[in-house]
């Protein structure tokens, strides 16, 4: 889940961010075509919700995000009094049956109320960004080939997936055959979706790391664990 925080400059800070979206994902099997997300306000003042559904591809190695008609969300806004909850429904509107497997997010913002702004409090905008899939039952399975390239003094991982399902990768970690190690965080790196591929750059070429020999590449996922040898894209070395 993605969190995008913008703050509007006052001289104190309320209404802080105690909305919360659940599921964070959601995965619908054909013939299903519809789901639902329950928005959950905890805080002690109301709360301007805003729904929307964005179609989701990789190109290039990175997500792309495009406004969507076949994937709706209803209500597409909603006010939720305090400690209230509210459900969204997400439904596949087209008629047309779905191939593989679609990806959408649905990008929920909690909006800056009127009443912040005329106590000149800080405004906090939230954006929750969920993961939705429509698929058929029987998928290709994800089958993801892991590559190294340099660019200038950047470090390049490429993921590329021919299988038909996305890959959900978390705590991703690269170590060569010095033992060093570089890690991408603990939490959340990304999904490779369906014959696509996802890139991670390291910015500067981490002093000691040397890619000439086997890299290895471990992660978490929703298929289980990754355990696998990046191959480098670099030509002969």
Same mark, same amino acid.
């Given at each position: 889940?993605?969190?995008?925080?913008?703050?509007?400059?006052?001289?104190?800070?309320?209404?802080?961010?105690?909305?919360?979206?659940?599921?964070?994902?959601?995965?619908? %099997?054909?013939?299903?075509?519809?789901?639902?997300?329950?928005?959950?306000?905890?805080?002690?003042?109301?709360?301007?919700?805003?729904?929307?559904?964005?179609?989701?591809?990789?190109? $290039? !190695?990175?997500?792309?995000?495009?406004?969507?008609?076949?994937?709706?969300?209803?209500?597409?806004?909603?006010?939720?009094?305090?400690?209230?909850?509210?459900?969204?429904?997400?439904?596949?509107?087209?008629?047309?049956?779905?191939?593989?497997?679609?990806?959408?997010?649905?990008?929920?913002?909690?909006?800056?109320?009127?009443?912040?702004?005329?106590?000149? %409090?800080?405004?906090?905008?939230?954006?929750?960004?969920?993961? /939705?899939?429509?698929?058929?039952?029987?998928?290709?399975?994800?089958?993801?080939?892991?590559?190294?390239?340099?660019?200038? $003094?950047?470090? /390049?991982?490429?993921?590329?997936?021919?299988?038909?399902?996305?890959?959900?990768?978390?705590?991703?970690?690269?170590?060569?055959?010095? !033992?060093?190690?570089?890690?991408?965080?603990?939490?959340?790196?990304?999904?490779?979706?369906?014959? %696509?591929?996802?890139?991670?750059?390291?910015?500067?070429?981490?002093?000691?790391?040397?890619?000439?020999?086997?890299? %290895?590449?471990?992660?978490?996922?929703?298929? !289980?664990? /990754?355990?696998?040898?990046?191959?480098?894209?670099? !030509?002969?070395?």
């Amino acid at each position: 889940m993605w969190v995008i925080v913008g703050i509007c400059i006052g001289p104190r800070l309320s209404f802080a961010a105690q909305l919360h979206v659940e599921p964070v994902l959601l995965e619908l %099997s054909a013939p299903a075509a519809a789901g639902v997300l329950t928005l959950r306000n905890d805080d002690d003042v109301e709360a301007v919700v805003q729904t929307r559904v964005v179609r989701w591809s990789q190109s $290039n !190695g990175s997500d792309v995000l495009e406004p969507a008609t076949d994937v709706v969300a209803s209500p597409p806004l909603v006010t939720l009094a305090p400690h209230a909850d509210y459900v969204v429904r997400v439904v596949r509107v087209s008629k047309q049956p779905v191939r593989d497997e679609e990806s959408y997010r649905v990008i929920v913002d909690q909006l800056p109320t009127a009443r912040g702004w005329q106590n000149r %409090s800080v405004n906090v905008l939230i954006r929750q960004s969920i993961p /939705v899939f429509f698929r058929v039952r029987d998928l290709r399975p994800t089958r993801v080939l892991w590559t190294t390239r340099h660019e200038a $003094n950047k470090l /390049v991982l490429t993921a590329s997936n021919a299988g038909n399902e996305h890959l959900r990768i978390a705590s991703l970690r690269l170590r060569n055959s010095a !033992g060093v190690t570089i890690s991408f965080g603990n939490g959340l790196a990304g999904y490779v979706l369906g014959q %696509s591929f996802k890139s991670w750059t390291i910015p500067n070429h981490p002093t000691g790391f040397d890619t000439k020999g086997s890299v %290895s590449v471990m992660a978490e996922s929703d298929k !289980g664990p /990754v355990s696998a040898f990046a191959q480098s894209s670099d !030509g002969p070395q």
